[in-house]
């Protein structure tokens, strides 16, 4: 058994970890923190997790693994001494993902507090960087809106069947905000309302940059990220052969869920013509993901409603003929797939336990 | 290794089976039927059970335990055959709820189609009648707001401390209504919108008043159903003593939850006076349901999101002083303690394994 | 044209009055206050509003009329120099609702600022109390769940057909806890989930029982209320004759609407046996209303979606006869009629003018 | 007083037409249809409707205006003789909006049942067909989407600073669906998911294309619709110089409004560089809309809510500068804007009324 404690379990990350550590069969969750509520039951904070016998600390206590639900900055710096001390960690926060500081300086407003550990992270988003993750002591756990663009262009970029022109249209639940309170979120305000946000450039862009730029085939675009000496932005479109994207999230009346439409250019004679060019795109897809757990090629168009709860990951790939473009629309639980399931994935693979351990229970539908 | 078949896998409490069986560690669901869907891929219906590889048949195959979740009498129609062979049967339907036939004539219009049955069926609300569940081969799974008021009322009627003059004020979401199409369950018009139905008469009514007053306690009011000569109506609260029971159920802009609040006026003296009152009946309820892996008396008014997707049912007992009533609110997930979860439960019961196997996640919250 | 004024129109109270008020023919407003968004055009706050050209004022200016939609205290303090001036004010906080000051003290938790004013002050649910509304100059816009409560209630009490055992079950929208920020409110908190809440006592118990109070049949219960020494608290019970109210409201996942399903046992006699009882409820019902524009006796039973943005209360009177006992169910916008509808209201019967005019739009169904 | 009639006032936009039309000074509703429900009273199937004292007749009666909200080919066919017998006319259907009767049949399936009218209709997009709406007596009344996606893109078009490679992700509540039934509108599927649909094209796709088409700056692309002898589909983007328009509509889990957001590139040099680009965008809508009551440019991204149960449309025009993109957000409410409030434009701009003229009541937030 593997003792874990979590990190600030107080927000819908932390609280969403306790929830499916629960039923894990090698791991067992021993030591939650939360400064605000330090002192109380986690059952008090969470009446759903009157399972647990635990009280919520300072700090957490000694573990064999870790994950951290910390705000950015914040979770750098406490998991810093963890990962110099050896343990094990993935950190839900977003400051390990982005790999040149400068990039992190730009959209995070600060420092980075642990610049030094960048280089020993490996991006948590397991399907398209398992051997790193399995290597690594120190995950970055990747954005909700990352995994959802990411598993749905990832196939398409790596083929080379589409452009860099790439339009990234994505519609979450309210429990992307957190349990922060704010008017945006007022039940009165959000309710029987849509919205976008982040039109001037919102945090996951750079993200989803980043990791297209990382696949984006040889011969189309040439390795355009310098790791170590960042010569230019991975945000900044106009390098040449950098995916140029364009990323809308907008706030749904609903709780969990988040639907990404993604739209590109098709490569000219890269897919057969007319009704053909819809089933190898299919075919293409279903191919990248065979063997694939928690990614399926779905039949139909998916709703968020048959992810919600698990680990899934819902990808429904076709082609607007009459354009030539690629759609993709992807659905998951921005709580699991989007956060904490993919977390605890990436704890499976790093123990070299199956991947599914813990997060094999259905989707709770309707 | 159980093989579990369930009939009607189509419905919501069908579909919620398969959810909550998949996890089961002694159980696997290895037939299932359903006429309007048979000959399709479970996954096709139901893109959520895409962990499932099985095809809906005309009729389920051979297997160990069968659910019935098919409506009132087609449901006793078809699992006569199965409990006269000696199979386990969980029947999810109404049609061996209640003991009476003339009741079950007058609620459900139509003669019992196993009248000879009814004798060898247990109530199957776990907590309130155990150990006839443990013995019995076929099991009267309970309504969905039964389930609610009972488990709230039951601790004050044993103790005798409310007399028979009471309400139970329910509040139900959709899935209640189960996947019929009719335009009082259409986004549109249920969306944003509360209202009352029932109010002449719910069939669940019935089965509330015959379990409270079984349990009703003898000085108070002697036994009032005679079981094999019905001499008068559960219903007809006229009867001497009998419980007097309003059930007025209301259909709630959610997916799934019950929360019912349920009113009776307390017994003069059995309580202490002042505040000492409600300290006295959250001990009682406490002190009853000790123990108990699925009730949990709540320190403050519960939400029925808490029990989402899980088997618990939240129970919240309080004193009215200024006039003497007692008021209990409890809620639950209809689907799941209302429904799926309680018939598992069940299983588990009568195969002696322990109750809360593959029932022990938490819920799915926020 | 009447120059009207809103003080503290940044709640939703306020920017109710003001989209009422925006198509009203004989008023205009032309002054708006707010403390915190003072100096703001009414247009930033609420977008919805744009129609306006007014800005955000620390106080109101010089206008004809005045709501005040303030919270309690702070409105009776703001409202007093007006009404000794002479201005007619329409007053939505609870202020002068409660006609003894101790009660108020004791429900409101401080020393009423402007006692000598209650005398002054009529309670002004327009139906029950048009001559005093008339005459009056400071209205007490009535609390929105009393509004509910006794639009169902009145008539079945003035004819003297229940007891005082009267049971007040409450569902309500999220706005009419207001704008304010609190975890309760929060989309992924609130969305999704019933709860109760006032199991305590709620601010609005006091209102509703000084009302039924007030109504109530002489042979069955002499006066209760000395409106001048107040001997003893409406909300007490035990005073002889007076109804004994439990009332208990629900939250919602849900912006708009308030539903009330009334409780209370039919005195013996009083009505015809069997089915006939039904229909001489709604006769009565029917004569009670008849030539009220706002309240109409509905044939079924109905959703508060059919409410939404309009000033109508439709009001459901039924019997159970297996208990004897009436049941109701009212519904409206708790923001309308249950507020800023029913101010407008009050301001047309002041002012002498049809109490239709500017609230004759149906309600935004679906 | 004009006397209007609506034909098939028992679905959605029907039933909104009457709820604009009763507080419309200079019309009045004197007789609807609706062949399911003939011989009922119109406030037996809409509550909400009972200000009216309406039967609703197998057949409309002598009205001056008609209104109808038919389905199409069903709505040309209840037209045609009204139009031939000079009554003017607005349909809501899309009958009329296609102006190549071969686009008709590819998109509806269907021979068009009137083309000889077809030359006489006009678009009614009041803002940007005002003069041809003005002389015409027979409207073709857009559909919901166009009107957001033309609002929204027609400035910039107009202006000569985008190209051709357009994307309209568009956002819908359900009640865009009308009020038949179907198991995707079922509140226990579509609560709490969001999905997309109309992936292999849906039918706004055309109108769309043809309204963008006709408004295309004549250097960038010569007229490319010949309205006689359509030798190109509007919707085959290979067509030189015609908009290439994907367009995506989701189904999100509200009953009211639709949010579009819609992409395309800027045309080199169109603008100013930088912050500029921003502002100049804005200036140039805020030109281009001046004057026009029913759309504003919003400081901020505006949410749906705050255009619901009003004609207001909302457009939020920004620049993505890191891939030189226009952004352009609009939001509305479908029911009015989208359709009935429309409509009800429309006749007011071909009777000469001021447009604004029963429709200037704000709208009904939160």
């Not at 963890?82 to 420092?111: H, Q, T």
């Not at 020993?120 to 120190?138: F, H, M, P, W």
């Not at 897919?271 to 990614?295: I, K, N, T």
Request: glycine share 8%; charged share 20%.
């Amino acid at each position: 058994m593997v003792n874990v404690g979590i990190i600030n379990v107080t927000g819908y990350a932390g609280a969403e970890l306790a929830r499916l550590l629960y039923t894990h069969p090698e791991a067992q969750l021993t030591s939650v923190s939360g400064r605000s509520a330090a002192g109380k039951p986690l059952a008090e904070v969470f009446p759903h997790l009157a399972c647990y016998d635990l009280t919520i600390g300072e700090e957490i206590g000694d573990v064999d693994f870790v994950f951290s639900a910390l705000p950015h900055a914040a979770s750098a710096e406490a998991c810093a001494p963890l990962v110099r001390a050896g343990v094990p960690v993935v950190d839900i926060s977003a400051d390990f993902r982005l790999r040149d500081p400068k990039e992190y300086a730009e959209w995070y407003g600060g420092e980075h507090p642990a610049p030094d550990l960048l280089s020993q992270a490996a991006y948590g988003l397991t399907e398209l960087n398992r051997e790193a993750v399995r290597q690594s002591k120190l995950i970055a756990n990747p954005g909700c809106f990352p995994v959802s663009a990411l598993l749905a262009l990832a196939p398409a970029v790596k083929a080379g069947i589409i452009g860099p022109e790439i339009i990234v249209d994505s519609k979450s639940g309210m429990s992307g905000a957190g349990r922060s309170l704010d008017l945006k979120y007022h039940f009165g305000e959000a309710d029987e309302s849509v919205s976008a946000y982040g039109l001037s450039g919102h945090r996951h862009l750079p993200e989803i940059v980043q990791e297209l730029a990382a696949m984006w085939p040889q011969a189309e675009a040439p390795p355009v990220i310098d790791k170590t000496v960042s010569v230019w932005s991975a945000t900044d479109p106009r390098a040449a052969g950098a995916p140029r994207v364009t990323f809308t999230p907008h706030l749904i009346p609903m709780t969990r869920g988040i639907l990404s439409t993604c739209y590109a250019p098709l490569t000219q004679g890269a897919l057969p013509s007319g009704e053909a060019a819809r089933e190898a795109v299919r075919e293409l897809y279903r191919d990248s993901y065979a063997g694939e757990p928690f990614v399926r090629v779905a039949d139909s168009p998916p709703g968020t409603k048959q992810t919600r709860g698990s680990n899934m990951c819902f990808v429904y790939p076709t082609v607007d003929m009459r354009t030539d473009r690629l759609v993709v629309v992807s659905v998951l639980d921005n709580l699991v797939k989007g956060a904490a399931g993919q977390a605890i994935q990436n704890m499976n693979a790093m123990l070299g336990l199956p991947e599914t351990m813990g997060l094999d229970a259905p989707a709770v539908y309707p």
